[in-house]
């Protein structure tokens, strides 16, 4: 194990190094939240693609695949199929908007400010969950490579995570997402997956050995494919962690076709989990849990050194998704929450504008740092993933998706409308957790309907937006209109990707 331990530490120190990095890079509010929007095609593509692609996606999809066999892919895939829907359809949109977070945008289009506010506060309640669960899957993985306690494990992983993130911003999440994009290729899709499959004795084997439902498409259920969409795929159109790697790409181009390659990327990626979770299945029949067939099936087949880098591979889609999800949690926080609270939404302190750039690096900073502690501290005392992670998504989608989507499709769409959706939703989804369970189907389905009936009755039952808000809206989504971008120092490095 002497080899696989080393793989693991250069890993992590690898990371630390991309955040020290990333810092001397992390000159103005841009630089630190989006990059300064100037991530080429190649960079675009792979960040996307590894903050998708987290521990729920890996270890997740494995645990998937053992259970259901080669439907299991169907939780990935229609993570994929969200990211192809937002960069075909929505991402050159939001892109051209050039703000910082969803609630700008719903303030951009409805004006007034007023929606911002409660839409900030669900945001930010969905990534602080999201990077919570994420946070809390370093203890399977460092269990399995170090014996170590689950608590230990947490704040080991979460330390990393939390420093490099709050040392550069975007621009160490990016880099070390490209790193990690790269190890998961390699470490899953070319090494875990030919290996599993070999060790099965072939797919021919593995058929022979298994029922005939492991290989049927539609085996895990239609009503869960369903749930899948509505949760993943639609959440994948709104989520703050994504919108956030949309607006680092330097065009609507990029947007576009460098999601499209990231989201076909999850789709193999998908394939490839549900394969090793069947050839799990047939190596180890009787796991007491689904979710330790990847753990095992690394442990025991594969040789050492290989073993180290799929390991790094597993800790990379956790640290991805962590990382992503903690400074989406600490944008929302500090953009849309603390600095409205404060009356603070100009960029003038006191008259001295020079010092802007430097005073909203440190406040975001200090946010990520803030956030990053509570992420720790919450995935300690957290003992139900599964829960917390649905809790997360159906506030989500049940609040958020109808106002958004409305927004960017329906004109007639207004601020009370947007309101009323978000309050209507999210409490009736609270509501409905609590009278079917909070693992139910039924309470994402009806509580986006009411969602949607809010909106459509409140919006027509309410005086149209403002003509001005809505030329101002047209011109942002033409790209005309918004502020420009402050020139730091690190913009002269050549743009990446």
């Known amino acids: 194990m002497a080899v696989d331990y080393a793989v693991i530490v250069i890993y992590l120190a690898g990371m630390l190094a991309m955040g020290w990095w990333g810092m001397r890079r992390a000159k103005s509010k841009s630089e630190f939240l989006v990059a300064g929007r100037r991530l080429g095609p190649g960079m675009y593509s792979g960040t996307m693609a590894a903050i998708v692609l987290g521990g729920a996606s890996t270890i997740g999809g494995v645990g998937l695949g053992y259970q259901y066999g080669l439907s299991g892919a169907w939780m990935v895939f229609t993570i994929g199929l969200g990211l192809l829907a937002l960069s075909i359809f929505f991402s050159a949109r939001i892109a051209r908007l050039k703000v910082y977070t969803v609630s700008e945008m719903l303030d951009l289009r409805y004006g007034g400010g007023r929606a911002g506010i409660i839409s900030g506060v669900v945001m930010w309640a969905y990534t602080l969950m999201l990077a919570v669960t994420s946070t809390i899957a370093y203890a399977t993985i460092f269990d399995v490579i170090f014996d170590m306690d689950r608590s230990l494990s947490i704040i080991l992983g979460g330390t990393i995570v939390v420093a490099y993130s709050t040392l550069g911003g975007m621009w160490s999440i990016t880099l070390t997402d490209m790193v990690q994009f790269v190890v998961k290729t390699i470490g899953v899709l070319l090494l875990l997956l ?249 309470p994402v389905y009806y509580g986006l309907l009411l969602s949607l009936a809010a909106y459509v009755v409140v919006s027509l039952a309410t005086r149209p937006t403002d003509a001005a808000v809505l030329a101002a809206w047209r011109e942002r989504l033409a790209g005309r209109g918004a502020e420009p971008e402050p020139r730091a120092a690190s913009e002269s490095v050549p743009t990446a990707g």
């Open 194 to 442: 030919p290996i599993a499959v070999v060790k099965a004795g072939g797919f021919s084997e593995m058929k022979a050995q298994l029922p005939t439902e492991y290989f049927d498409p539609l085996g895990i259920g239609g009503e869960t494919i369903f749930t899948y969409v509505l949760i993943y795929t639609f959440g994948m159109l709104i989520g703050q962690d994504i919108w956030q790697r949309v607006f680092t790409a330097r065009s609507d181009k990029v947007a576009r076709y460098g999601g499209t390659v990231a989201g076909t990327y999850c789709l193999v990626y998908a394939l490839a989990g549900a394969v090793i979770g069947t050839a799990a299945k047939v190596l180890y029949p009787d796991l007491a849990h689904a979710d330790d067939a990847f753990a095992t099936i690394v442990r025991d087949e594969l040789p050492m050194g290989v073993r180290g880098l799929v390991l790094a591979a597993a800790l990379a889609a956790v640290m991805s998704t962590s990382s992503g999800a903690l400074i989406a949690c600490a944008t929302v926080a500090n953009n849309d929450i603390w600095s409205r609270l404060r009356g603070v939404i100009s960029r003038e302190k006191n008259g001295e504008a020079h010092d802007e750039a430097h005073d909203e690096v440190r406040g975001n900073r200090v946010f990520i740092l803030i956030m990053g502690i509570a992420v720790v501290c919450i995935a300690i005392a957290l003992n139900n993933v599964v829960e917390a992670l649905t809790v997360a998504y159906n506030l989500l989608v049940g609040g958020l998706l109808v106002p958004i989507l409305g927004g960017l499709l329906w004109k007639r769409g207004t601020v009370y409308g947007a309101l009323a959706s978000v309050s209507v939703g999210g409490l009736g989804v609270l509501g409905l957790m609590w009278w079917y369970g909070i693992l139910a189907n039924q």
